[in-house]
Structures are given as structure tokens and as C-alpha cells.
């Protein structure tokens, strides 16, 4: 983390999990667990059905809410699509994009994802990019190679200062939900050589402020080490996010 440079952020992603009438009881345990000041922007992403709840639930413990998806198009007929307009609308702060189980199971690639960053970015709505290579890529000694494109992609036509409203996620795809997690040192070279894309792209002083965080099993006793890496600016983290005493304790690890 670099607090003189960046915010840090931890953000959870609930994918098709929980249910709005389970947020309050949530936030009830997450307060009592979370400390009084807190050195971080705290952010849960849920089904967007359930983002109004998130933003009476999460007032308390300053959670602001966020979306998981968004549709490329503006308005019309896109059955069963939400639009930015409509997440702004019900008050969403932030938005994934990008993320590997919708890039999966729904064949997005990298120029959806980079018409949907700019559709949020229209909206006040801040994208939470994911990019992330599988094994065997990584196998292959192509990860810089394939995070460079994906980032290349994902930002096209953004300008530095739309820059200054995204936050990129480094999501591993064989550590997303394997109980496997990058090394501190892998996360850290991987986000680190994203920052040097981006200071190629927009020059040092965007590169220096955009906010990159690690997404992989990150976990309450693995979130530290994590979090102590220059480049990795916080977390995105899905199964721990749904517990909240180990969400707390991944904020807590932002002040160590
Ligand atoms: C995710 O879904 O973005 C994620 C990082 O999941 P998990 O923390 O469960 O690996």
C-alpha cells in the first residue's frame, strides 16, 4: 500500500449470494467487529437487487455499495440487463467489471469490458476492472504478457482523468475461489508491472494514483502479508467477504 499516493480500498464481492433481508443482521456483526476509524474505503458488491438494502444497512459501518455487472448499452431492449443509469440511480458507488466468472460463464471479453468500464464512468459510477490470467498461462511465462494486453484493453479510449475514477483488480483465475492465493511476491509483481502499463499509457503521476488491488482467496490470516506490498492498494474478496468477522479483519489488516 502507498496511502501518500492512493486510496486503499477493500471491497468484497458477494456474487449470487446472501439476500437483502440478510444484510442487516450481517452489518450488525460487522460493526461490532470493525474498528472505530478506519484506514480504508470500505465496498460490497452484491446482485444489484440488492444494493438499495446495502446502502440502508451499510450507512453505520460507512459500507458503500456496489454492483457486480452492468450492461454495455445506455437503455432499450436488453431483457433482463441493468443499466448504469439505473445502478447510479439506486445509488451504486461502484461496479466489477471484468470479473472472471462473467468473462467465463458468459463469454465477455476485453472490449465488453472496456465499453461497460466507459458506460459506468459516464454514470459517476466507479469500475472495479478485473483482469487475471489462468494456470496455464501462467504455466506458459505469459501472465505479464496476457495482464498487459487485458489492461491495455480494458482502459482503451479512458482518459487520465477518468483514469482517476477506476480501480483495477488483479484477480488470478486459479486463485479465485481454490483456496489457493498468489504469493505476496507473485500478487506483488504482477500489480506492480500493471502500474508500469498504465505509466506507459497516462505517464507517472496517474500511474502513481489509479488504486490496484489483489483478488484470490485473500483471506483474515493471509491479508496482511498481501496488503504490505507497495503495489497492492487492498483487496477483492469473495468467500471471506460473506463472513464478517474475517472481512473485518482483512480491513483491520489495512493499518498494519
Ligand atoms: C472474487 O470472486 O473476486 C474472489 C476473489 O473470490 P475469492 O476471494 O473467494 O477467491
Known sequence: ???????????????????????????????????????????????????????????ECKVAAGGQDVSKYEKGAYTGEVSADQLADIGAKYC??????????????????????KALLEKGIIPIICVGESLE???MDLT???????????????SAQQL???IIAYEPIWAIGTGKTATAQ???????????????????????????????????KNAAELLAQPDIDGGLIGGASLKPADFAQIVKATTQ
Open 1 to 59: 500500500m502507498n496511502r501518500k499516493y492512493r486510496k486503499t480500498v477493500i471491497a468484497g464481492n458477494w456474487k449470487m449470494n446472501q439476500t437483502a433481508s440478510g444484510i442487516k443482521p450481517f452489518m450488525e456483526e460487522l460493526k461490532a467487529e470493525l474498528p472505530q476509524t478506519k484506514s480504508c474505503d470500505i465496498v460490497l458488491c452484491t446482485p444489484a437487487v440488492m444494493i438499495p438494502a446495502m446502502i440502508r444497512g451499510g450507512k
Open 144 to 158: 505479464i504478457e496476457y495482464i498487459t494486453y487485458q489492461v491495455k484493453a480494458a482502459l482503451y479510449g479512458i
Open 137 to 139: 498461462q501462467r504455466e
Open 186 to 220: 507473485q500478487a506483488q509483481e504482477v500489480c506492480e508491472a500493471i502500474r508500469i502499463v498504465i505509466r506507459k499509457m497516462y505517464g507517472a503521476r496517474p500511474a502513481r494514483a489509479v488504486s490496484i488491488l489483489y483478488g484470490g482467496s485473500m483471506n483474515a
Open 96 to 117: 466489477i467489471v471484468g470479473h472472471s466468472e462473467r468473462r467465463q460463464y458468459h463469454h465477455e471479453d476485453d472490449m465488453l469490458v472496456n465499453a461497460k468500464a
Open 164 to 166: 482517476r475514477h477506476c
